[in-house]
């Protein structure tokens, strides 16, 4: 009898969860489909592309060629000859110097080096000064927040327009005292800046609402105690906020740092790599290869060297969250 | 949840102190916001002046006479309004399928069992993790062969299909309790009854921001439609704005009067919604 019901109820379980996947599947069909043709199937096309020489024709024209893209990219013949005539360092400098990858990955670092902690500054000093009481603090933040929503195109080029000869940065400038007139995404350094400026204008406002979220978690009672311990302002803030802002500020420096790695509208609207290839980033390079050379191999392995980039600091997240998460 | 609210606190009666200390926060705060606008007003101020004004030495912020009229010249040298209406076509469509298919995906991921959601959902993560530049090249030769380069259809598949919104969705449906969905499923409601009854009633505040990202990020993208459009009849507002500028490239103050109706319509939507938006980053942390 207790057989006969076990085994009635496990024919029953069996039935149940077939109908109840076959539910889950109809909920996910309409999305998991879409997302399969168009996200899924291209990555795991993304790594076999690298792999082979295409130029974009009909597909028998793609060609199996192993490593040669990544060599190709790597310029490893030339910089292994570099290397072994006068050495290691020498090598090094050809690469980062004369390789577009090298030069690609150089320029890209740095904006990121630069631009992270500057943002991170600017988002801090926004919402510290908006935690404060200050009279209309709901609309300056959308004030600051604005320039996130604002389409890329239209800030770049009015930006470019103001960092020009006799635009209003400029003259500001000199009648600070400063000698520089030029056209700032013209000038080989000054175009660099130039983009750095936008990114942190642009973003500032986003992780300050991060941030001020953040704030309203700190307790009060921290500043309590630090007032009646005798700190002052500046010590309350290197001691109390900071320490209690940490997992914000790993959260947002990951978020901006991928960001970073995938710069590619700003390049492309003010300066399009130049002048030279002073501000070529990773992601120009890749569209430059695809797009508009149509190198579909090389294209991919250079795609897989972001790819890399963008896994590595995935990693670092992963593998220190719980340690900035819980402190 | 940490609610956001930029409300200001309570303070006793002001000392001399603390007044000098508040008239350098606004200085502060004057001076952050001269930063963040400047932009927008030398724009709006360029867009109203003549081509040889933009760039006059000293230069003038509020210009000499009003030319509005060049707001009504861009219409005539640039079909602004089939761009208007491709994007609006692009980010309505994408906007709405996205909404639509990643909360109901999200509602199996979230609150039914069934074999292999662990792995789905994995291959979902996984995908969030790569950029979309690393795979773009692909996914456009397989758009290519299926005949659906240089049409806005191709925008709007690439987009509607993101591991993001169903992320999004799922972990706020992860908050609602399941007790909710058992009892609605004992009163005999089925699971399409459950999430279209239950589900996307308590999701407002989830689908408001996910709709507000999305229609941003459709509005503003600009490497989706560079690569995919090519055409003047399909070019949405941004590409159509850059092909603008290529081609008038000394014609500032046009330039200008054309980026400042581009931003128009975001501009409105972010101010009637932009309640929302702040506060779901503010909750979820995300980026759109």
Redesign the interface.
């Known amino acids: 009898m207790t057989q006969v019901s076990a085994d009635r109820r496990k024919f029953r379980m069996g039935r149940l969860?077939r109908k109840?996947?076959l539910?889950?599947?109809t909920?996910?069909a309409?999305?998991?489909i879409?997302?399969a043709?168009?996200?899924?199937?291209?990555?795991v096309?993304?790594i076999v592309?690298s792999f082979t020489e295409w130029k974009?024709g009909d597909l028998t024209s793609m060609q199996w060629v192993g490593l040669n893209n990544y060599a190709e990219i790597f310029k490893t013949a030339k910089v292994g000859t570099e290397m072994a005539n006068k050495g290691f360092f020498a090598g090094l400098s050809y690469f980062f110097n004369k390789v577009d990858l090298g030069i690609s990955l150089k320029n890209t670092i740095f904006y990121t080096v630069v631009t992270v902690p500057l943002t991170l500054v600017c988002s801090i000093?926004?919402a510290m000064?908006?935690n404060?009481?200050?009279?209309g603090?709901?609309a300056?933040?959308?004030?600051?927040?604005?320039?996130y929503?604002?389409?890329?195109?239209?800030?770049c080029?009015?930006?470019n327009?103001?960092l020009?000869?006799?635009?209003?940065v400029n003259?500001i400038l000199m009648a600070f005292g400063s000698k520089f007139n030029k056209s700032w995404t013209a000038d080989s350094t000054m175009a660099m800046w130039a983009i750095i400026l936008v990114s942190v204008?642009r973003s500032m406002?986003?992780y300050m609402?991060?941030y001020?979220?953040?704030l309203?978690?700190v307790p009060r009672e921290l500043y309590e105690a630090a007032t009646v311990d005798g700190a002052n302002k500046w010590q309350q803030f290197t001691h109390v906020t900071l320490p209690q802002l940490r997992p914000t500020t790993f959260?947002a420096s990951i978020?901006l740092i991928?960001?970073c790695?995938?710069i590619?509208?700003t390049v492309?609207?003010m300066t399009n790599g130049g002048p030279g290839r002073a501000t070529k980033m990773l992601?120009l390079y890749?569209?430059n290869e695809?797009?508009v050379n149509f190198n579909?191999g090389l294209?991919?392995a250079i795609?897989?060297v972001?790819?890399v980039l963008?896994?590595l600091v995935?990693i670092v997240q992963f593998s220190m969250e719980d340690k900035y998460a819980n402190s | 949840m940490t609610a956001i609210s930029a409300k200001p606190r309570q303070h006793a009666p002001m000392k001399p102190g603390r007044v000098i200390g508040r008239t350098i926060l606004y200085l502060v705060l004057i001076l952050l916001t001269v930063f963040t606008l400047i932009p927008f007003f030398w724009m709006l101020s360029a867009s109203l002046k003549l081509d040889r004004e933009v760039f006059s030495f000293p230069m003038r912020w509020i210009p000499e006479t009003f030319h509005w009229e060049n707001y009504s010249l861009i219409w005539t040298k640039v079909p602004m309004l089939t761009y208007f209406k491709n994007t609006a076509i692009i980010a309505i469509a994408v906007t709405f399928i996205q909404t639509l298919t990643s909360s109901f995906a999200a509602y199996a991921f979230a609150k039914l069992n069934f074999r292999g959601r662990n792995f789905l959902f994995l291959a979902y993560i996984g995908t969030i993790a790569v950029p979309w530049q690393a795979y773009m090249l692909p996914q456009f030769v397989l758009m290519r062969s299926m005949g659906l380069y240089d049409r806005l259809l191709a925008m709007i598949v690439l987009q509607s299909f993101s591991a993001f919104g169903v992320f999004l969705m799922r972990q706020f449906y992860q908050g609602i309790p399941t007790d909710l969905c058992e009892a609605a499923r004992i009163d005999g409601l089925s699971e399409y009854g459950i999430w279209l009854r239950i589900m996307l009633p308590l999701s407002k505040a989830a689908i408001a921001t996910l709709v507000i990202f999305t229609f941003i990020g459709t509005w503003n993208d600009y490497m989706g439609p560079m690569i995919y459009l090519t055409r003047d009849v399909n070019k949405t507002i941004q590409v159509g704005l850059r092909r603008f500028i290529q081609e008038n490239s000394s014609d500032y103050h046009l330039i200008m009067a054309a980026s400042v109706t581009s931003l128009v319509p975001v501009t409105i939507v972010f101010l009637a919604l932009q309640r929302y938006f702040i506060e779901g980053i503010a909750t979820s942390g995300l980026k759109g």
């Not at chain 1, 404060?132 to 009279?135: E, G, I, N």
């Not at chain 1, 020009?164 to 209003?168: A, D, E, R, S, Y």
Request: proline share 4%; with cysteine.
């Open positions: 969860e109840n996947t539910i889950a599947y909920f996910l309409p999305n998991f879409g997302f043709v168009f996200t899924l199937i291209p990555v096309l993304s592309m974009g000093a926004l000064v908006l404060h009481a200050v009279k603090a709901v300056f933040r959308a004030v600051f927040f604005f320039p929503v604002a389409s890329m195109v239209a800030i080029v009015c930006w327009f103001m020009m000869k006799n635009g209003p003259q204008w406002g986003y609402v991060i001020l979220a953040a309203q978690g959260f978020m991928i960001g790695f995938k590619y509208d492309a609207i992601v890749i569209y695809a797009f579909y294209a991919s795609a897989m972001l790819l963008v896994l995935t």
